[in-house]
């Protein structure tokens, strides 16, 4: 990614069909949009990343809608022999996007609605109670209800409010809109047979792949000591720079909470990527007592919690199901 190309547009969902050839999986989101970065990004990339709109309602759109496919497949009448594997594949890329979704800030109102429609969209807030209704969860389902709201939260109280109410006059009820980004209308009815429009063989493929988890871990912990010292160079900077290197940190930062999750959406393989796994988790925790945002660090947590049901699907045994002794903040 360079000045001159700061869009970072994620791919509509018909154009990623058509760039697959035979026997390719679907390309992992994050990397698409972090790979032009490098190894070493200079600081006018990181600022350009920074400046760069990724399209979160596309993102929060396919989360949803192969998270929707992922259950049609598993549950389908006439099963794939693989689906499964198929499954997998399917869950693996919405928790990609979700990651996508939550560790961006909301710089916009865009950014925001997509949050707000993927967060009721994944759930679990339960539903309305009634006034004199008592709450009673179990502590784990308590806490990933809790972490979740972080991971999605953007500080609803500034949000402008949802569409108005029909008057007395308007008609077209059926479609009113109940949202000003809603999901619901945009999908297709969930159940019912498998409308893949991508072949199952490349779900295949896709969940069979896999990152370099080194290299993920490399570039995290360089990402995050590249945040800390612009944000030190950015307070000793009161001068027009300043700005500059505040976006290159928020850049860096997020770059490195991006990774993250991704780390944590791949399934372990052997046992040296399932130390790297726990390298990361380790990393993350650390960042606990730091001033990263919150909902970054709710984000990685968050994707560990869904990403062992996916996990399950592909026959990992226990001790790839790890789920860290979190530091507790959220």
């Given amino acids: ?22 026997g390719e999986s679907f390309p992992d989101p994050i990397e698409a949009l972090t790979s032009g970065l490098g190894d070493d990004p200079a600081l006018g990339d990181l600022i350009a990343f920074r400046q760069s709109r990724p399209d979160l ?9 192969f998270n929707n496919e992922a259950h049609r497949v598993a549950y389908a009448v006439d099963r794939h022999p693989q689906a499964s594997t198929v499954a997998a594949g399917l869950g693996l890329a919405a928790l990609l996007f979700d990651s996508l979704v939550c560790v961006w800030p909301a710089d916009s109102l865009d950014e925001v609605d997509a949050k707000l429609a ?7 807030f339960g539903t309305d109670q009634e006034a004199d209704y008592i709450a009673a969860l179990e502590p784990a389902t308590a806490r990933r209800i809790r972490v979740m709201r972080a991971a999605f939260h953007v500080g609803e109280l500034t949000v402008p409010p949802a569409p108005p109410a029909p008057s007395l006059d308007d008609r077209n009820l059926a479609a009113w809109p109940r949202l000003r980004y809603d999901l619901r209308d945009l999908l297709p009815l969930r159940g019912g047979q498998p409308v893949l429009t991508i072949a199952p063989e490349s779900w295949i493929a896709f969940a069979r792949s896999g990152p370099d988890f080194g290299g993920l871990r490399d570039r995290i912990v360089r990402m995050l000591a590249t945040a800390e010292r612009l944000f030190d160079l950015a307070r000793a900077n009161e001068d027009g720079k300043s700005r500059e290197l505040r976006l290159a940190a928020e850049g860096a930062q997020i770059l490195a909470y991006l990774t993250a999750c991704q780390a944590m959406v791949w399934p372990a393989r052997s046992k040296a990527d399932l130390d790297v796994k726990r390298d990361v988790a380790r990393i993350i925790n650390d960042r606990a007592c730091r001033p990263d945002p919150l909902h970054q660090q709710a984000a990685v947590r968050h994707i560990v919690d869904e990403a062992i049901w996916v996990h399950r699907r592909l026959g990992l045994s226990e001790p790839a199901l790890f789920t860290p002794d979190w530091i507790e903040i959220v």
């Fill in 118 to 124: 993927l967060a009721h969209a994944r759930g679990p």
């Fill in 1 to 22: 990614m360079s000045k001159n190309d700061d869009q970072g547009r994620l791919p509509p969902p018909q154009n990623t069909t058509l760039a697959l050839r035979e």
């Fill in 57 to 65: 309602k596309e993102a929060a759109r396919m989360s949803r809608q």
